[in-house]
């Protein structure tokens, strides 16, 4: 019997978009007129909480209102043949309201939120938050999401499975947001990685053979699992 193939699948905010999910970097999104370091770093929450609390609630309002899209099931189907593990830098649920079974989320997610006393103690949480909102040790929950500037914590496993990768795909994702952006550097160079973006940035010093697919997350799943 013939062992199935390792697939590891990097994705950013490029495959969301196409399910409304407003990206971080284009005009007109939803962080158009948000200075990061206000609504996104550990230094904003000291300064002014509420209007980090604001931002994030309006963020979960959107999410429960949009839908998976073909490139978030495709990766489902892909289930069928490979062993598929994704890491996401995305803090939407949308890989696993497609059926995805094993999803990493690097920088936290959306539908959850944690203690700002305990970062261990995490729940579930689908309602605005507010300030008041308290946890069991009556301390003000937060946002379960990794802040600029704070570490991210699941990096290191995110690492140990991309080494075991047979095949590499990164869809949606400007590589341009660290640390998650090193982990194809992690590959084993002689793997195949397919990297779809419309607009990919060019990869220096990479040893694997790499076929860019220079389209949207959609599109691009339909030609790669012709291939695959």
């Known amino acids: ?38 609504v996104a770093s550990p230094e904003g929450w000291r300064k002014n909480p509420a209007l980090v609390l604001d931002f994030y609630n309006k963020r979960r309002a959107q999410l429960l209102e949009v839908k998976p899209n073909y490139a978030h099931e495709a990766l489902v189907d892909l289930e069928k043949k490979y062993h598929v593990q994704i890491i996401t830098q995305n803090i939407d649920d949308l ?86 952006a090193s982990l194809l550097h992690f590959t084993k160079p002689e793997i195949p990685i397919y990297y779809i973006d419309p607009k990919p940035v060019f990869v220096k010093n990479l040893p694997n053979p790499l076929e860019i697919i220079s389209t949207s997350a959609t599109e691009g799943m339909v030609i790669l699992l012709k291939k695959l």
């Open 1 to 38: 019997m013939i062992a199935m193939k390792n697939v590891v699948v990097l994705t950013g905010a490029g495959i969301s978009a196409e399910s409304g999910i407003s990206t971080f970097r284009d005009a007109g999104g939803l962080w158009e007129g948000y200075d990061f370091k206000e």
């Open 95 to 180: 890989h696993e309201r497609a059926g995805s079974s094993k999803v990493l989320h690097l920088h936290g997610e959306l539908l959850k939120v944690r203690s700002s006393f305990d970062e261990t103690l995490i729940l579930d949480w689908k309602t605005d938050l507010v300030l008041g909102d308290f946890c069991e040790h009556n301390h003000q929950l937060r946002p379960h999401i990794v802040w600029f500037g704070e570490e991210v914590p699941m990096l290191d496993y995110a690492i140990k499975i991309t080494q075991n990768a047979d095949i590499f795909i990164i869809i949606g994702t400007s590589l341009q947001v660290y640390p998650a």
